[in-house]
């Protein structure tokens, strides 16, 4: 890790293909062996971390031109491809039917404008599942993301079922309550909850559906070191919730974006200055919200509970720090009270489970600094670093590295 950061310079996020594979193979284990698993390039659309979760039979979530261009662009056989999100625009629409992806439709609005965008000939139907909004809350206490902008209210969508217009072909129903779903009981309740609203839909409108995307949730540490928790009481009890699909005979979607790239990811920052501090020891490193997770992705600034560890001197004594980035605002904290073993200039720290969101959500325009170099290993061997800094384009690696040397040699 050290040798890497010598090469490439922090701040640096590195993401671990095999851990990706793992990721992907511990998650499609819990789920029906028929379903499908999209992977949500929010979290992170790095062309080399979306052809591995491609090659590990994952399709694509992608909400944006760019993602979609991502997700067709790896090389890899795609899969599906759901192209997702409210007020996409006539150019969105066309490429993604171009793309023969299937649209998550938000509204009537939205068919009418894919309607005049592509009309499409007689034998080739727009083919769309109607994303939903269920009102009210599968579970007391489970709180979820305010939706309100998502998708048809379900009397909305029993309309739209009943009549989708000419040339438009509904295939099922799209539903996501919310990330970070806390348990395994609570995903389930979720996926409950929209198999009944799917239910409802398809007695109403009297239009069965062939494709369920039940959404996600799967929940995943940020920013602190840990995993998700156990999910085999999912996987016991999906069967059962999920029995009204399969007696339907519908094909059933999941989506997940952390929950497959969280883990791959570590940061790498470089401490540049310790001060001392009234009660505090204050940290300053090179990576701020510019690097990982700010406002933009998450709603809110970061919320400083990362917890970092000292590769340099991590045998050092304990000690209870802040630790900032180098960012001209007093928002740009990375840990507030965080306990690390005690870093001093030059030292190398090490944020775990930021393969999810650290790009994608940082405040990368803010303060002109250059995006984090991002390079993709395979175990112990690197294999490409990319940058944000036009576009996700790739960079030269001067020699072969490896990623395996002991942190400290010596
Ligand atoms: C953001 C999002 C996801 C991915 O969320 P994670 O918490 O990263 O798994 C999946 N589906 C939809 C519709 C989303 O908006």
Not at 219 to 229: I, L, S, V
Request: charged residues 15%; proline residues 9%; contains cysteine.
């Amino acid at each position: 890790m050290r040798h890497l950061a010598t090469e490439l310079s922090t701040p640096l996020l590195v993401h671990d293909r095999a851990v990706l594979r793992r990721r992907a193979g511990e998650l499609r284990r819990v789920l029906p062996a028929d379903a499908v698993l999209l992977y949500s390039l929010k979290a992170n659309p790095l062309p080399p971390v979306v052809a591995a979760l491609q090659a590990a039979g994952c399709g694509s979530e992608v909400s944006s031109l760019g993602e979609l261009a991502v997700a067709l662009g790896t090389g890899a056989p795609p899969g599906p491809i759901l192209y997702t999100g409210p007020g996409k625009s006539v150019a969105e629409l066309r490429a993604a039917v171009d793309a023969g992806a299937i649209l998550s439709c938000e509204s009537a609005v939205e068919v009418a404008r894919v309607r005049e965008a592509v009309r499409p000939g007689p034998t080739a139907p727009l083919r769309v599942v109607v994303r939903v909004q269920p009102p009210s809350r599968p579970a007391a206490g489970l709180s979820m993301s305010d939706g309100r902008q998502f998708g048809f209210l379900v009397d909305e969508a029993i309309e739209f079922c009943r009549r989708p217009g000419a040339g438009v072909e509904v295939l099922g129903v799209h539903c996501y309550l919310g990330s970070q779903l806390p348990t395994p009981d609570d995903l389930l309740a979720a996926f409950a909850h929209v198999v009944d609203v799917v239910g409802n839909i398809a007695a109403e409108s009297g239009v069965p559906p062939r494709i369920v995307d039940v959404g996600g949730g799967f929940p995943w540490p940020y920013a602190t070191p840990g995993q998700g928790p156990d999910l085999t009481s999912l996987a016991a009890g999906l069967p059962q919730v999920l029995a009204p699909l399969a007696a339907a005979g519908a094909e059933v979607w999941f989506e997940s974006g952390r929950g497959l790239v969280a883990a791959a990811g570590r940061l790498l920052t470089t401490v540049r200055d310790v001060k001392h501090r009234a009660g505090t020891t204050v940290v300053v490193v090179d990576a701020g919200v510019n690097v990982l997770g700010g406002m933009s992705g998450l709603g809110r600034v970061l919320r400083p509970s990362t917890q970092l560890r000292n590769l340099s001197n991590p045998d050092g004594p304990r000690t209870t720090v802040d630790v900032v980035g180098p960012l001209c605002t007093p928002l740009d904290r990375l840990a507030v009270n965080s306990t690390v073993a005690a870093p001093s200039v030059g030292d190398l720290l090490c944020v775990e489970n930021v393969g999810a969101y650290a790009t994608t959500a940082a405040l990368s325009a803010f303060l002109s600094r250059p995006p984090a170099v991002e390079v993709v290993v395979d175990g112990d061997e690197v294999v490409e670093a990319w940058s944000l800094a036009t576009g996700h384009v790739p960079v030269a690696l001067s020699a072969p590295l490896r990623v395996a040397e002991p942190v400290r040699a010596g």
